[in-house]
């Protein structure tokens, strides 16, 4: 109810992942490829040194890596916090990891790793009643292609405060909806490519057929 009030649009389906079908899922397809711009750590998260770079990432450690809170980054030998240890950097982290997990389902090795992926995600996936098989592929494969084309995410604007002893996040309501526009501008114009794309591929099969 919260998101179709500050966007306009109600989500149309649900997807629920518990960590350890995250975890196996990623095992099935032969882990990830994340690229981190700093070397980092969380020892409370489980999380072993991840020098800069590429780096491969089984399924204990992506989970590790997307649930980490504590992130520390190592700068001239020392350990300092990182600004990626909030709930904005993990959100960062889970789109990235996520994005290339889609992409690593549908790559050409699928075949090789079809039947261990049916049965990770079938223990512990759980999907809305509306939603079906040939959906959830056709979702996937949007994801897939768009991590390609450098997929983008959007955060509302907020800012940290305390209520008591808790830490909390306050949405800054007076720039929402600039939010919105930019999101509402760029989910258009990625709609007009895919059309125009479909468009085109159109007119080549007819002139090829010709």
């Known amino acids: 109810d919260e998101v179709a009030s500050l966007t306009g649009e109600r989500p149309q389906h649900l997807l629920f992942v518990n960590f350890e079908a995250f975890t196996q899922v990623i095992q099935a397809v032969g882990g990830v490829n994340v690229y981190l711009p700093r070397t980092i750590r969380d020892h409370e998260a489980h999380l072993r040194q991840l020098d800069a770079g590429c780096q491969h990432l089984d399924g204990v450690l992506a989970l590790a890596y997307v649930r980490s809170r504590h992130t ?11 600004n990626s240890a909030s709930d904005f950097g993990r959100i960062e982290r889970q789109q990235q990891v996520l994005s290339n997990l889609a992409a690593r389902i549908l790559s050409p090795t699928l075949p090789f790793h079809l039947t261990s992926l049916i049965n990770a995600a079938g223990k512990g996936v759980t ?13 996937a494969k949007e994801v897939a292609s768009a991590s390609k ?20 996040v306050f949405k800054q309501m007076d720039q929402v909806a600039v939010v919105i526009e930019r999101w509402e501008s760029a989910a258009h114009a990625a709609s007009v490519q895919t059309s125009l794309n479909a468009r085109t591929q159109t007119t080549n099969s007819a002139k090829s057929v010709a």
């Not at 520390?72 to 990182?82: A, P, T």
């Not at 009643?129 to 592929?137: H, N, R, S, T, V």
């Not at 997929?151 to 909390?168: E, I, W």
């Open 72 to 82: 520390q980054r190592l700068r001239s030998g020392i350990w300092f916090d990182d």
């Open 149 to 168: 084309h450098h997929l983008h995410g959007y955060t509302l604007p907020s800012r940290y405060g305390r209520v008591g002893d808790a830490y909390v």
């Open 127 to 139: 999907i809305d009643d509306g939603l079906g098989l040939q959906d959830a592929i056709a979702i």
